[in-house]
């Protein structure tokens, strides 16, 4: 009888060995760390072009690259949460080396960055995760994707400026909620964020109002 109930331990044993293996989006776990490293290094290019921004006078632009790159901060650590909520694990990011030029070069730079991340990025990893019932990773990704394209219209809008001369009348002060990353300045923010429903007081914002606006 002793060696019956031990063959059941261990026959229950491998049996939630090969659930939890068989429960793991591998695929998933991979974009995770890959999505991981690339916004890491999205936000360290972007403070950069934020310094940058601010040594070529461009007050108003580096004020949306220091957004940019928080919200990209709030991007990577939702994936180490959802990374460790399927049993992976995450080491230091791999900062890729990168360049930063001119203002107006480090905008089309981020505009090509973030058009891929929507365009091709995200719209595989949102694919994978859902082909792998894998709804944590799929919406971590869909709130990565969602504020990727309102950066991508930010860093459009900004560009316009400058090539018009008039970027002192972009936003000054932005908002970012902490849950998801949305990104949004005073002329659109909302009472509640329109991808997780976080309240407006819970925003967090870059910058005491600017004079004059
Ligand atoms: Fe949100």
């Not at 290019?45 to 070529?56: D, G, I, T, V, W």
């Not at 006078?57 to 949306?64: P, R």
């Not at 220091?66 to 909520?85: L, M």
């Not at 990025?121 to 709130?143: L, V």
Request: aromatic residues 12%; hydrophobic residues 40%.
């Amino acid at each position: 009888m002793r060696i019956f109930f031990r063959l059941m331990l261990l026959l229950s044993i491998a049996a939630l060995f090969c659930y939890c293996s068989g429960s793991k989006p591998k695929k998933s776990v991979e974009n995770l760390k890959s999505a991981f490293n690339q916004e890491s290094v999205t936000a360290e290019k972007y403070s950069r072009f934020a310094q940058k921004a601010l040594q070529e006078g461009f007050d108003t632009i580096s004020q949306l690259f220091i957004a940019a790159a928080k919200s990209e901060i709030i991007h990577a650590s939702n994936y180490v949460k959802v990374i460790q909520k399927y049993g992976g694990n995450v080491g230091a990011a791999e900062i890729a080396s990168f360049e930063v030029k001119t203002t107006a070069e480090n905008l089309q730079s981020a505009i090509n960055g973030e058009t891929f991340k929507v365009l091709t990025m995200y719209s595989g990893f949102i694919r994978d995760a859902e082909n792998e019932k894998a709804p944590d990773a799929a919406k971590s990704f869909t709130w990565a994707s969602d504020s990727e394209k309102k950066h991508l219209k930010y860093f459009r809008q900004a560009m316009a400026t400058i090539v018009n001369g008039n970027e002192t009348n972009l936003p000054y002060t932005w908002l970012i909620c902490p849950t998801c990353g949305n990104t949004y300045n005073t002329t659109d923010v909302k009472e509640m964020c329109d991808f997780c429903l976080n309240k407006q007081e819970n925003f967090v914002g870059y910058q005491a109002k600017a004079e004059g606006e």
